[in-house]
């Protein structure tokens, strides 16, 4: 058309995973949100998160605990909303936990670690695993359970998540603009094993490529964190 041979653009471009991702430069795109605010989901470059440079999470308000300690740090809105509208049950649209950064004190083997993170744009929970140690201090690790990414068809409450593909994949496509983005676990750890055969290389294992968050009980700060996550997309031929 006119419109694309005056950017000197077409319907169809050839970019590296890089830009497609964190975003490149487009006459177009800069046009378009001067004349046409509002109309596409980056004001600045063009990629699936580019937004995500700006280290900007959101706005978290937080109980201070002051009227119960076991309300310390749990999340009361996240830029205003005390629950979602992504998905398809209220369970899941639940704004759960913490930030993520710190957890009630006077945690027990039967605590969990319940936190809502934006880039999941979920809730989500890890359970204790074992005790251990860290220069003399002592701690609990807790990980991501092999239901967190299951599929509903595997783990009913997820059924809220879908239109889900095999299990271990979180279809995030309702919060990222409709874009076929899928979060799951490196190498596919704790997901279908299916997925493995679709990538050469792949080796999974909970060393590796495992969640987890190391607490000191006592106080519930984080003393070791290993936060591991894949974004892959979902691609077809045309």
């Not at 957890?103 to 074992?130: G, H, I, N």
């Not at 409709?178 to 094993?193: C, E, G, L, M, R």
Request: with cysteine.
């Amino acid at each position: 058309s006119a419109t694309f041979k005056t950017f000197k653009e077409g319907p169809f471009l050839t970019k590296t995973v890089g830009e497609l991702m964190w975003g490149y430069d487009s006459k177009l795109v800069d046009f378009l949100n001067q004349y046409l605010p509002g109309m596409l989901p980056s004001s600045g470059k063009f990629g699936l998160f580019a937004e995500f440079n700006n280290s900007n999470t959101g706005l978290f308000t937080i109980n201070t605990g002051k009227d119960d300690i076991r309300k310390v740090h749990r999340v009361d809105s996240w830029n205003g909303l005390t629950q979602l509208s992504y998905w398809r049950t209220p369970q899941c649209n639940m704004i759960n936990g913490t930030a993520g950064q710190m957890w009630p004190p006077f945690m027990t083997k039967e605590s969990t670690l319940p936190f809502y993170s934006p880039d999941a744009c979920r809730s989500l929970e890890l359970v204790y695993q074992r005790t251990g140690e860290m220069l003399g201090i002592p701690l609990y690790r807790f990980v991501a359970p092999r239901t967190m990414f299951a599929n509903g068809s595997q783990y009913e409450p997820n059924q809220g998540f879908c239109p889900c593909r095999q299990s271990g994949l979180l279809n995030v496509s309702s919060c990222r603009h409709n874009s076929p983005v899928f979060i799951s676990h490196p190498h596919f750890f704790n997901a279908d094993p299916v997925l493995q055969d679709y990538v050469l290389g792949l080796n999974p294992t909970e060393e590796e490529h495992g969640l987890f968050i190391d607490i000191h009980p006592l106080t519930g700060v984080p003393l070791n964190v290993s936060i591991r996550l894949q974004l892959n997309l979902y691609i077809k031929s045309v």
